[in-house]
C-alpha cells in the first residue's frame, strides 16, 4: 500500500472518531437539554397542581364557614323560639304553682 492510501485511511478514521465524539456530545446534550425540560415541566405542573388544591380548599373553607354561620343563625333563632316558649309556659307553670299552693280564698 501507498503512504498516501494509508494517511488517507488514518484522515477518514481521525475524522469518523471526530464524528462519533460530536455526536455523542450532542446525544448527551439532547438527553441532558430533554431532562431539563422534564423537571421544568414538572415542576410548572407541580405549582399549578398546588395553586389548583389551593383555590379547592379555599373555595371549601369558604363553604363551610357559610354553612357554619348559617347553622349558628338557625340554631340562634331556634334558641330564641324556645326561650320564648318557655317564657309563656313559665307564666303558666307560676300560675298553676300559685293555685296550688295559696288557696281560693286567697289564703295560704
Do not use: F
Not at 29 to 49: F, H, P, S, T, V
Amino acid at each position: 500500500m501507498s503512504k498516501e492510501i494509508i494517511e488517507s485511511v488514518m484522515k477518514a478514521e481521525e475524522q469518523a472518531e471526530a464524528i462519533k465524539k460530536r455526536s455523542e456530545k450532542e446525544a448527551r446534550d439532547i438527553i441532558a437539554k430533554a431532562y431539563n425540560e422534564a423537571r421544568e415541566l414538572e415542576r410548572q405542573m407541580i405549582a399549578e397542581a398546588e395553586a389548583r388544591a389551593q383555590k379547592i380548599i379555599d373555595t371549601s373553607r369558604v363553604s363551610a364557614e357559610q354553612a357554619v354561620e348559617q347553622m349558628k343563625q338557625q340554631v340562634s333563632a331556634e334558641c330564641e323560639q324556645i326561650k320564648a316558649q318557655a317564657s309563656h309556659h313559665l307564666e303558666q307553670a307560676v300560675q298553676l304553682i300559685m293555685g296550688k299552693v295559696v288557696n281560693p280564698d286567697g289564703r295560704s
